[in-house]
């Protein structure tokens, strides 16, 4: 097979311009995910399941919280094939509205004391949209970032979609800070729909920044060139199962974030511990704040060093950082609670974070490389979503037992180290070259060039 030919650079000031509304996009969209997550822990046992289970209220609001995993891979299988077939920008825009009008429209739901048990069938519904919408976000962003960058400084550009992500989970939680202050009786009445009904006017600031954006010239090329893939799944599936696979496993340490987010928030305010809800915002907040620091720096590193080292210590290291933040939350103590909650989540789990928009969208070529991240990642992040329902389940009758949710949480992480320890190295290959075959079916990643 003839070596591709190399990609045009992208016009001045383009990488920049998609990098910048990858992360203001992310932000926004991320934003209205995250807001689920903190309402799911704090706010919807009360307001749509029974309260006089409070345990079980709480499991099953834990499980909505999944719901949207859940859809992510039918997603991703939809519009990655689209992304692979009109270009990485119209995705884009499409995420961004369905999510901006799913998020709104959980701000309107009915509770269950007004309609009873289609209240939370109307929430799954909704989840399930955010879900279908987050499945094409990152893929997308990561993809229109990676074709536009420079080069040697593709793990850099591709990092600020999860800045924005973390962005977006940082805004989530400062707007509930305010809220989950309210009195209870406003929180449950009213106060908890006001994050949802700022989803508009995040949509609508989205939509402006993104529309503007041209399309990749790596998708350009593919498309005027050799054409795109009639059906992407099929090519993806016969020339790159095995990264696929490889991708699945490594998502899956998006679990430290779901326990993080989710489960931490509940077992630390829960009876059991007793924590205050604004001051484990707080927490979530200010490491979130630390990791829009660590995740770009730790990106950097990986254009010098390579992307699976920095993987490895983000994987790796989160297995441990998640017992000591847990048993610091079991101790009740708030300085101890803030330190390693900055560490575990800030700075190590940064490490993986920042990385896999790059590691993951180099194993692919331009003809499917939304597909793969796509499909790889929702799978993946779908198993990494329920793993606050299961450790809801693991926690025990009283939801305490943290060990054995850090013991959980770091069997997660395993798959994620083997697979980026049997991945190739791909810092150091041209754009043009990447996922492609050579030869004897070895993709040409393998050659690494200076």
Not at 8 to 13: I, T
Not at 20 to 48: K, Q, R
Not at 230 to 241: D, G, Q, T
Not at 294 to 320: E, K
Request: with cysteine.
């Amino acid at each position: 097979m003839p070596v591709p030919a190399a990609t045009p650079d992208a016009p001045p000031g383009q990488p920049k311009k998609a990098a910048t509304a990858a992360w203001i996009g992310s932000a926004l969209e991320y934003y209205d995910f995250f807001i689920y997550g903190s309402a799911a822990a704090l706010i919807f046992p009360e307001v749509f399941f029974d309260e006089s289970d409070p345990a079980t209220a709480t499991l099953l609001s834990l499980a909505t919280f999944g719901v949207a995993y859940a859809a992510r891979p039918i997603g991703a299988l939809f519009l990655g094939h689209f992304g692979d077939r009109v270009g990485r920008k119209k995705i884009m825009v499409f995420t961004l509205i369905l999510m901006g009008l799913s998020t709104f429209l959980i701000g309107c739901l009915p509770t269950r004391d007004q309609v009873g048990t289609l209240a939370p069938v109307l929430l799954v519904l909704c989840r399930v949209l955010q879900g279908i919408s987050a499945a094409g976000e990152q893929a997308s962003a990561n993809s229109m970032t990676l074709e536009h960058a420079p080069p040697t400084r593709r793990g850099f550009f591709t990092s600020f979609t999860l800045s924005g992500t973390q962005g977006g989970q940082l805004l989530a939680t400062l707007v509930f800070i305010p809220v989950a202050a309210l009195p209870e009786d406003q929180l449950l009445a009213w106060g908890w729909r006001i994050p949802f009904w700022l989803s508009i006017a995040v949509a609508v600031v989205g939509y402006v920044i993104r529309r503007t954006l041209d399309e990749t010239p790596s998708f350009t090329q593919q498309a005027s060139t050799e054409g795109v893939a009639k059906m992407p799944l099929a090519v993806l599936l016969r020339e790159h199962w095995a990264d696929v696979i490889r991708v699945v496993a490594a998502a899956l340490v998006a679990s430290v974030s779901t326990i993080f987010t989710v489960w931490s928030l509940a077992y630390a305010t829960s009876d059991s511990v007793g924590m205050d809800r604004s001051s484990m915002l707080w927490v979530s907040a200010l490491a979130n704040l630390v990791a829009l620091g660590a995740i770009p720096l730790w990106a950097t590193l990986s254009d010098r060093v390579g992307r699976r080292p920095v993987f490895l210590l983000g994987a790796a290291g989160s297995a441990v950082a998640m017992f000591a933040y847990l048993w610091a939350i079991s101790k009740g103590s708030y300085p101890l609670v803030l330190i390693l909650g900055i560490v575990a989540f800030g700075v190590v789990y940064s490490a993986a974070n920042g990385v896999w928009p790059s590691f993951y969208g180099e194993m692919f070529s331009t003809r499917v490389r939304l597909s793969g991240m796509a499909i790889g990642t929702q799978i993946g992040f779908a198993i990494a979503g329920f793993a606050v329902t299961f450790a809801a389940q693991i926690a025990g009758p009283d939801g305490d037992d943290w060990s054995a949710v850090a013991l959980f949480t770091a069997a997660l992480c395993v798959p994620p180290v083997i697979a980026a320890l049997t991945a190739r190295e791909t810092h150091k290959v041209p754009t043009e070259q990447l996922g492609e075959r050579t030869g004897q079916g070895a993709p040409a990643a393998e050659k690494v060039t200076a």
